[in-house]
T-cell receptor, first 117, second 113 residues
């Protein structure tokens, strides 16, 4: 597709269940990012992939959160044993390689709205 | 660490009014600066960017100038329209931070006809 695609668009699950969120970046974009948007916390960085490796996992809030990327394309964010505070919109973004030290703008998907009951 | 401080909202203006949304930043390196916009029910969209001091980003009548001396990147538009109603986010990307975006808290703008 033309843009970053995320699925599902909405997910409602019970506390304690595991959830898996998917991101399909723009074709050719080597960098992929996960963010979380929640009331009171704004937009928070979670993890960054360059190709299939994740040089920066500093934003993951706990060891219940993990992410992987395969084939330099699709990424999944997994939250184990979900808690109510995990309720948020999870956003994925991708960007193309920069040159000369500049940062290429990130293009965002529409997000997955996660609600933990 | 890096941070972005953004003018708190909500901001309500009449159509054709002048808009300023203030944004200041703190960064350890030489960041690129961005404004993103989120229209109701939609995802984040890049509005404009500036990658070095004194650069001016512009798009859809919006402008912002990268001011290194005041560490600011204020968003301006001379005449807002109802269709500009959205949440505006100032953000920076520091090369030393693996290029992740650090966002401000967002400013809700409502333009009344």
């Amino acid at each position: 597709g033309a843009g970053v695609s995320q699925s599902p668009s909405n997910k409602v699950t019970e506390k304690g269940k595991d959830v898996e969120l998917r991101c399909d970046p723009i074709s050719g974009h080597t960098a992929l990012y996960w963010y979380r948007q929640s009331l009171g916390q704004g937009l928070e960085f979670l993890i960054y992939f360059q190709g299939n490796s994740a040089p920066d996992k500093s934003g993951l809030p706990s060891d219940r959160f993990s992410a992987e990327r395969t084939g330099g394309s699709v990424s999944t964010l997994t939250i184990q044993r979900t808690q109510q505070e995990d309720s948020a919109v999870y956003l994925c973004a991708s960007s193309s390689p920069g040159t000369g030290g500049t940062n290429q703008p990130q293009h965002f998907g529409d997000g997955t709205r996660l609600s933990i009951l | 660490g890096d941070s972005v401080t953004q003018m708190e909202g909500p901001v309500t203006l009449s159509e054709e009014a002048f808009l300023t949304i203030n944004c200041t930043y703190t960064a350890t390196g030489y960041p690129s600066l961005f404004w993103y916009v989120q229209y109701p029910g939609e995802g984040l969209q890049l509005l404009l960017k500036a990658t070095k001091a004194d650069d001016k980003g512009s798009n859809k009548g919006f402008e912002a100038t990268y001011r290194k001396e005041t560490t600011s990147f204020h968003l301006e538009k001379g005449s807002v329209q109802v269709s500009d109603s959205a949440v505006y986010f100032c953000a920076l990307s520091d090369l030393g931070s693996a290029r992740q975006l650090t966002f401000g808290s967002g400013t809700q703008l409502t333009v009344l006809p």
